[in-house]
């Protein structure tokens, strides 16, 4: 499966988890199941906020992948200046200096 799709796939199923959460919400606060069914509604309930929050889960997959993505052209800016700051030489003005000196010297 390629990042795209996956990516489409977990906003759907995101969105179907949200939906369920409120859609329990809605049945417990708005239509007050709970005093018309009794039992069976309370069941009805919670199963609608517990599949919701089930499915609300890859949320946080979903932003990890999307932060790991944003970190790795960061990572390697990281990484390419440590690797130019090790190839570069640490006190440039000394190398001149050294040169002057030993050209003096000659």
Known sequence: MRDQSLIRTL????????????????????????Q???????????????????LSLPTKIYLTILL???????AADAAQATTDAAISPAHPQQSE????????KS
């Open 11 to 34: 906003k759907i199923v995101m969105l179907c988890g949200l939906a369920l959460l409120l859609l329990g919400h809605y049945l417990w606060s708005g239509l007050q199941l709970q």
């Open 36 to 54: 018309t069914m009794g039992v069976p509604g309370i069941i009805l309930i919670g199963l609608c906020c517990a599949l919701g929050l089930i």
């Open 68 to 74: 790991m993505q944003r970190e790795q052209p960061m």
């Open 97 to 104: 200096t050294t040169s002057a000196a030993d050209k003096a």
